[in-house]
T-cell receptor, first 112, second 115 residues
Framework: GENVEQHPSTLSVQEGDSAVIKCTYSDSASNYFPWYKQELGKGPQLIID?????GEKKDQRIAVTLNKTAKHFSLHITETQPEDSAVYFC???????????FGTGTRLTVIP | ETGVTQTPRHLVMGMTNKKSLKCEQHLGHNAMYWYKQSAKKPLELMFVYSLEERVENNSVPSRFSPECPNSSHLFLHLHTLQPEDSALYLCASSQTLMGANEKLFFGSGTQLSVL
């Protein structure tokens, strides 16, 4: 099955700086890569996703890049704000499968 | 508010108790899921239901018993649990099965402690 590795496990940045979280996957048939944000006391919420037919997608201050050859994808958050503090999960799924394979999460702390 | 509501938010139970977790989605979705979230581990898919039919059971012990009476409600019945079953149990829904539409909407979870 798929194996998704995520780094770092914790990340602290100053407000206004950028944050980057990286994930690698093992199954070359995976073609869908979402990112979820989990705030304290809440369930994960989808913040951005990318499919294997594109290399980059951007939505305001967040962007995701995908390198299919290297089998890794990254989340980039620019101009970080305290409300960006949360645990972020990457995931991967192959076409037709019912299961998302998640990474172990990155706890991001934005220091005011 | 994600449109997926889970109750209770917290549950403490002994190993011999029987309890149930409830999930309700107000999104008109046809697929519902149970996930287990343990510290420092990836989310683990437990069960998948599509239009009230179970389509996936990821080798979950029989002490966990799911029930989906309709497409808006999902239950997880618990009995004779072990301390290692302590975790956050998350319910999620999607418009259709993941293969067709991948966006999952999660509830806030039930934090379960087994003593």
């Amino acid at each position: 099955g798929e194996n998704v590795e995520q780094h770092p496990s914790t990340l602290s940045v100053q407000e206004g700086d950028s944050a980057v979280i990286k994930c690698t996957y093992s199954d070359s048939a995976s073609n869908y890569f979402p990112w979820y944000k989990q705030e304290l006391g809440k369930g994960p919420q989808l913040i951005i996703d990318i499919r294997s037919n594109v290399g980059e997608k951007k939505d305001q201050r967040i962007a995701v890049t995908l390198n299919k050859t290297a089998k890794h994808f990254s989340l980039h958050i620019t101009e970080t704000q305290p409300e960006d503090s949360a645990v972020y999960f990457c995931a991967a799924k192959r076409n037709g499968a019912n299961n998302l394979f998640f990474g172990t999460g990155t706890r991001l702390t934005v220091i005011p | 508010e994600t449109g997926v509501t889970q109750t209770p938010r917290h549950l403490v139970m002994g190993m011999t108790n029987k309890k149930s977790l409830k999930c309700e989605q107000h999104l008109g979705h046809n697929a519902m899921y149970w996930y287990k979230q343990s510290a420092k581990k990836p989310l683990e898919l437990m069960f998948v239901y599509s239009l009230e039919e179970r389509v996936e059971n990821n080798s979950v012990p029989s002490r966990f018993s799911p029930e989906c009476p309709n497409s808006s409600h999902l239950f997880l019945h618990l009995h004779t649990l072990q301390p290692e079953d302590s975790a956050l149990y998350l319910c999620a829904s999607s418009q259709t099965l993941m293969g067709a539409n991948e966006k999952l909407f999660f509830g806030s979870g039930t934090q379960l402690s087994v003593l």
